[in-house]
């Protein structure tokens, strides 16, 4: 059997989560997608799939292969499109990006790039978490740096300052503080990602960079919901500037120590290693340019080779 029908079938079993399903699925008999599994089993020397009367298990060798598999299935269809690649855009995009993010500022760009490209599809997970783009079968990630040395390939879509910044009323009830350090006796809003809260803000003091932990009683896992938070007058949170744009504009949220910023933060597309397809590339190019339409911060449109941890 052909290694990449095989390897179509294994990702199917994985799909569907049986080896009959998988075979309704590809249209062809149960025992052709048993032997593509035994045929890769022993093209790998090892079990991939542990199966019983009742369930099939992926081993631990069975996940790393499967997301490998998924990895060469896309470069093979994204190799294939790309010979009629001056055609219109078609496919899947499967991305992630930050919850409030992807909910105020994506999802209205993802709209007007289908709306002009009407054979795409896309696959958005929201999540402020850090997803493992090979793992989960992701074309793309939209994240906020800094970055590290990795495999993966990143592109710099704009830059901004973060800023403390709170309700009116808060700052009327509490005062506002003068110095980072006087944010221990305010109720700070925490960001919650995967491990550890984000409960040291990043600060500029005497020129160097700082950090200065902080405690409140409302902690989350999304942004938006810490922004509901700070208007609402419950506290204050630390927050990318063009994310609470709207909210400074309007006046119902307020800045302060703006002397103590700290050095801008990057956003990037993170893609996997190696090239992207034409529509992926497609994507980037048009948020590239979206994004920096909708801000005087310019990003360069250089690529780096780093990826977000």
């Known amino acids: 059997m052909d290694t990449l029908d095989a390897l179509r079938l294994f990702v199917g079993i994985a799909e569907t989560g049986n080896l009959t399903a998988a075979a309704r699925q590809q249209s062809v008999a149960p025992s052709t997608v048993t032997l593509a599994l035994q045929q890769l089993e022993a093209q790998a020397a090892t079990r991939l799939i542990t199966r019983s009367t009742r369930r099939l298990t992926f081993t631990h060798e069975g996940e ?11 470069d093979w269809d994204d ?15 499967r991305m992630t990006a930050t919850n409030d993010f992807g909910r105020q500022q994506l999802v209205p760009l993802i709209d007007r790039f289908m709306a002009a490209h009407p054979a795409i599809q896309v696959s958005l997970h929201l999540g402020d978490g850090v997803v493992d783009l090979i793992e989960n079968n992701l074309d793309l990630a939209l994240r906020s740096g800094p970055l590290a040395d990795s495999t993966l390939r990143a592109r710099l879509l704009r830059r901004s300052q973060r800023v403390v910044c709170a309700a009116p009323a808060y700052w009327q009830t509490h005062g506002k503080p003068a110095h980072p350090d006087e944010l221990a006796r305010h109720n700070c809003l ?19 960079a700082a950090a200065v932990r902080v405690s ?10 810490l922004r509901h938070w ?36 990057d956003f990037y597309a993170v893609t996997a290693g190696g090239a992207s ?18 801000l005087p911060e310019q990003a360069p449109r250089a690529p780096v080779d780093q990826a977000l941890r």
């Open 64 to 74: 790393l292969f499967l997301a490998r598999a998924r990895r060469l299935l896309a």
């Open 79 to 93: 190799a294939i499109e790309g010979i009629g690649q001056h055609g219109p855009l078609k496919g899947p995009i």
């Open 190 to 208: 925490v960001l919650h990602r995967p491990g550890v809260p984000f409960s040291s803000w990043p600060f500029t003091i005497d020129g160097k």
């Open 216 to 225: 409140g009683d409302r902690v989350a896992n999304d942004g938006g919901v």
């Open 230 to 265: 700070a208007v609402q007058g419950y506290g204050v949170m630390i927050k990318n500037g063009w994310e609470v744009r709207r909210e400074l504009d309007n006046g119902t949220l307020e800045t302060a120590l703006e002397d103590f910023a700290s050095p801008a933060v």
């Open 277 to 294: 397809s034409h529509r992926v590339a497609a994507l980037i190019d048009f948020l590239a340019e979206a994004l920096r339409s909708e």
